[in-house]
C-alpha cells in the first residue's frame, strides 16, 4: 500500500521531477488544488482527530480511524465542488 502512494505521489509531481532524467522542467500553473487553504485547514483537521483519538482511546480500532479521515477527507471534496459550483452559479446570475 505505501509504495502504491509512493508511485501515485511521483506521478502526481512528474512536472518537477523530469529534470532528473533529463526532459524539460514543465512549469507549475499558478493556482495548484494542493497550494489552496482549503487542504491546509482539513490536513489540520485530520491531525487533530488523529492526534486526539490517539490520546482519547487506549484501544486502537484502524477501521473506525480510517472511516473518520476518509468521511472527513469526502466532506472537504464535497464542500470544494459545492463551493465551486456556487462561486461559478454567481457569477451568471
Known amino acids: 500500500?505505501?509504495?502504491?502512494?509512493n508511485l501515485g505521489?511521483?506521478?502526481w509531481h512528474w512536472g518537477e521531477l523530469r529534470t532528473l532524467v533529463?526532459?524539460?522542467l514543465i512549469?507549475?500553473?499558478?493556482?495548484?488544488e494542493e497550494n489552496q487553504r482549503m487542504w491546509e485547514i482539513?490536513?489540520?483537521?485530520?491531525?487533530?482527530?488523529?492526534a486526539g483519538y490517539r490520546i482519547?482511546?487506549?484501544g486502537y480500532d484502524?477501521?473506525?480511524?480510517?472511516?473518520?479521515?476518509?468521511l472527513i477527507g469526502l466532506g472537504a471534496l464535497v464542500f470544494k465542488i459545492v463551493?465551486?459550483?456556487r462561486k461559478t452559479s454567481w457569477i451568471g446570475k
Open 9 to 11: 505521489l511521483l506521478a
Open 1 to 5: 500500500m505505501t509504495l502504491l502512494a
Open 42 to 50: 482539513t490536513g489540520l483537521v485530520l491531525f487533530a482527530f488523529t
Open 22 to 24: 533529463n526532459l524539460p
Open 83 to 85: 463551493w465551486r459550483g
Open 62 to 70: 484502524p477501521i473506525f480511524w480510517f472511516g473518520v479521515c476518509l
Open 56 to 58: 482519547l482511546r487506549d
Open 27 to 32: 512549469p507549475d500553473l499558478p493556482n495548484r
